[in-house]
Structure formats: structure tokens, C-alpha cells
T-cell receptor, first 111, second 112 residues
Framework: GESVGLHLPTLSVQEGDNSIINCAYSNSASDYFIWYKQESGKGPQFIIDIRSNMDKRQGQRVTVLLNKTVKHLSLQIAATQPGDSAVYFCAEIGSGYALNFGKGTSLLVTP | SQTIHQWPATLVQPVGSPLSLECTVEGTSNPNLYWYRQAAGRGLQLLFYSVGIGQISSEVPQNLSASRPQDRQFILSSKKLLLSDSGFYLC???????????FGSGTRLTVV
């Protein structure tokens, strides 16, 4: 079936650097995408979303880029901080109501 | 503002015992409701979703069932738990398809 996947399972960055987390999806009908942050033992926390009629959206220190041609989604975190250490998931909606999640990327911010 | 509540936070249950996890949403009406399960170090697997009272869609056949007795209440149940039912169970709501999806704090279930 259709799936959402992450390019890298782990990412280590230095504090203050920018982070880029990538995600590939396979469902060409996907029209809504969300990035979540999940800290250990907690539920996923909404970071930013984007619809398929956009290719870029910015929030506070975060930017999501969507390339529909190659079915690729990325999350950019500017000036990464220790509090950004967590697992990040991309999720998409295709034809149904519910989100389909990728496996997640663990981001580790080192001092 | 809208809030979502899940309880209990942790639960240890013996194999063969029943299960009931409850999720409620406040501050909105007619939400879409979802149950997900997350195995350790893995992504989230959709179990059930509901677009209205009494309307339940099952994504994965298994030892679990869901019910929506009230507009803002979603219950996950099992008559007899299996060891493989252990995991982190998450409830979520959305105002509509493609409009925000907010998760609860989750229930850590360990079946022993």
C-alpha cells in the first residue's frame, strides 16, 4: 500500500546549526502534510503543516518544503537548540480521513 | 480552546483481562476522533477512526474494538488482552479532514 518514509533514522547536529529532516511519500493523492515532534513518553506535538497547493511554509524557526514532483517533504529547523532533541515524524493524508505516519527521525542536538 | 484528555497514563494488565481506554475532547463539537498505537521506537499505526457518534472505521483487524457513545468520547476496548497488545496508545482529534490533528498524552499499556 501507500506509505510514508523517512530518509534517515537518526540525525546529530550541533547546537546553533540548522537541521534538515527529510521525508519521502509515495501517494500522489496526498494533499495535506504535517510534521510532529515527539519527546520520550509523550504524545506527538504539532509543529507545522502544509497543503499540496503550497511548496513552502514558515513558522517560528521552522520551515516546511514540499516538492510534489519528487514526492519529498522536508523540515528545516533554524538555530537548533537542545530542546529540539526529539523524534520527528512526517504524516500525510491521502484519500482517507486519518494521518499516515512515517517511521520517524531521531534528532540529537549536541552542545 | 480545545483540549484532549486520555487516561490512564500507564496501565499494567494481565493477559486475558479486559481493557478500556477513554479519550474525551473539550471545546469543540463533532470532532473526528482517532486511535493510534505506537510500538517502541516505531511510527504510529492507525487503529480506528470515527467521524460521528456510533460511526467507527477499523483500519487493522485485531483484538481491539472502539466505540463512540457520545460526540466527544472515544473508547478503545478489548475483551481479552494479548501480550502483543502492549504499546503506547494515542488518541487524536481533528476538526475535519485535513484540518489540524491534535494528540493526547497517550496511555502506556503493558500486558504481562
Amino acid at each position: 500500500g501507500e506509505s510514508v518514509g523517512l530518509h534517515l533514522p537518526t540525525l546529530s547536529v550541533q547546537e546553533g546549526d540548522n537541521s534538515i529532516i527529510n521525508c519521502a511519500y509515495s501517494n500522489s493523492a496526498s494533499d495535506y502534510f504535517i510534521w510532529y515532534k515527539q519527546e520520550s513518553g509523550k504524545g506527538p506535538q504539532f509543529i507545522i503543516d502544509i497543503r499540496s497547493n503550497m511548496d513552502k511554509r514558515q513558522g517560528q524557526r521552522v520551515t516546511v518544503l514540499l516538492n510534489k514532483t519528487v514526492k519529498h517533504l522536508s523540515l528545516q529547523i533554524a538555530a537548533t537548540q537542545p530542546g529540539d532533541s526529539a523524534v520527528y515524524f512526517c504524516a500525510e493524508i491521502g484519500s482517507g480521513y486519518a494521518l499516515n505516519f512515517g517511521k520517524g527521525t531521531s534528532l540529537l542536538v549536541t552542545p | 480552546s480545545q483540549t484532549i484528555h486520555q487516561w490512564p497514563a500507564t496501565l499494567v494488565q494481565p493477559v486475558g483481562s479486559p481493557l478500556s481506554l477513554e479519550c474525551t475532547v473539550e471545546g469543540t463539537s463533532n470532532p473526528n476522533l482517532y486511535w493510534y498505537r505506537q510500538a517502541a521506537g516505531r511510527g504510529l499505526q492507525l487503529l480506528f477512526y470515527s467521524v460521528g457518534i456510533g460511526q467507527i472505521s477499523s483500519e487493522v483487524p485485531q483484538n481491539l474494538s472502539a466505540s463512540r457513545p457520545q460526540d466527544r468520547q472515544f473508547i478503545l476496548s478489548s475483551k481479552k488482552l494479548l501480550l502483543s497488545d502492549s504499546g503506547f496508545y494515542l488518541c487524536a482529534w481533528s476538526a475535519d479532514r485535513g484540518r489540524g490533528y491534535t494528540f493526547g498524552s497517550g496511555t502506556r499499556l503493558t500486558v504481562v
